[in-house]
């Protein structure tokens, strides 16, 4: 499908939200001077970016730059994530877009290609490969693409601006859950029920930091919501499409381990061991095999709605499984028919 996060796995916000209470003792002052006192190393044209998005809010209305803070009230701001100090290198990688226009980019990212430049991934990226092209394309040489999320190394799919306003813009679509996202995962173990939704705030493991755990609403971390509905069953595994209230870094991953049905060959939470199924050689064999053909975590950005920053017009795409993915499926459907043959 659409190709979609980086290193971590799946999306995690590319935006910070604040939430400010003005003083009983406020003087009138205009609300992005009185942002700038209070947010570190935000520019000022930044915040108003953001007030041209409708990303700054009194009292969850949205209001202008040059509104008049007053005593008591209850300001949010949704900025979009500054870029990383990260020198980008532009490289000539090839990229499939799905649709372009002068404000974003629908990128079907394949799995296996890191989003943006980190440690150990300098290059190679598709930050490195979307520089290149906007500008050789615009012969601007300062271009560069605006990232709106991000998705696991080895999931795929990706939205992009082109412009910080845009971005502004679709940062605050995905904060208030706007952004329509469809996923499809192939899970261990046979779903008790046809579907169903999975809440509970996400937060970095004690154990190991590197990966999220599930937490009581309220204890710790950030409130996450997935909806999952089965598609097929194959027994041993399940083929599931999981819908997003929220976004947060690994939440299919960790929501599924969560509930004992980790990603098949989800090899950081669990999901790399046969967890279900028989003692037999050749189903062993099987499981071995589809493990060979899908080397990384079932898991799909399959589809993606939203309203374009610009136009407003509601837009949707949509993809088909990836080779390695739709492999494995196959496999599965000839195990149910042939089961009696692995035995």
Known sequence: MLPWDENTDQEQDLYEHYRFVADPGQRPLRID???????????????????????????????K???????????????????????????DI??????????????????????????????????????YYLRKKSGNEEAQPYLVHRIDKDTSGMLVARDE???TRLAKEFFDHTIDRKYTALVWGDM???????????????????????????ETGKHAVTHWKVIRRYGYVTLIECTLETGRTHQIRAHMKHIRHPLFNDAAYGGDRILKGTTFTKYRQFINNCFAIL???????????????????????????????????????????????FS
């Open 94 to 131: 090839p990229v499939e877009i799905l649709f372009e226009d002068d404000h974003i980019m629908v990128i079907n990212k394949q799995a296996g290609m890191v989003v943006h430049p980190a440690y150990a991934n300098f290059t190679g990226t598709l930050v490195n490969a979307l520089t």
């Open 33 to 63: 001077k009185f942002l700038m006192t209070r947010i570190q190393n935000a520019s000022r044209n930044k915040i108003q970016q953001a007030a041209a998005a409708g990303a700054v809010l009194v009292y969850d209305v949205a209001v």
């Open 165 to 167: 306003l845009s971005q």
């Open 295 to 341: 080397p990384r975590q079932a898991l799909h950005a399959r589809s993606l709605g939203f309203r374009h920053p610009k136009s407003g017009e509601y837009l949707f795409f949509d993809s088909e499984l990836p080779q390695d993915m739709q492999q494995v499926i196959e496999k599965w459907e000839q195990y149910v028919t042939h089961q009696k043959d």
């Open 192 to 218: 008790e029920d046809d579907e169903g939704t999975i809440s509970g705030n996400l937060a970095r493991s004690k154990s190991d930091r590197k990966l999220m755990a599930v937490y009581p609403d309220g």
């Open 65 to 91: 730059q040059n509104y008049k803070v007053r005593p008591g009230d209850v300001i949010t701001i949704v900025l979009a994530e500054p870029p990383r100090d990260t020198e980008i290198i532009p490289e």
